[in-house]
């Protein structure tokens, strides 16, 4: 059981790689406003960003929908971790 805590510091370690990302993206595609409002409206951002690339092509773009693809089953595999644990302390 014990292993299954590590998933929560590898989510947040994720999170911050995504939301950096996110940020960078968003600085050097649309500029200074869009990048102070990603970094400001981290959720609204990452979903718009992801939307927008879903179906572009090249390395970048694909890392970073698969990033956030690999954070959204990391996020609802801690929170059945939780619901495990909770269970069966």
Known sequence: MNRLK????GTI???IIAYVFTV???FV???FVIGVLSASLPII???YWVYSFWNETGTVYI???NIHLA???MILLCLLVQ???KRFP
Request: proline share 4%.
């Open 6 to 9: 590590l998933i929560y510091p």
């Open 13 to 15: 370690i994720v999170g």
């Open 24 to 26: 960078g993206i968003a």
């Open 29 to 31: 595609t649309k500029g």
């Open 45 to 47: 951002s990452n979903m």
């Open 63 to 65: 890392l970073y929908v």
């Open 71 to 73: 954070l959204a089953m």
């Open 83 to 85: 619901q495990i644990i």
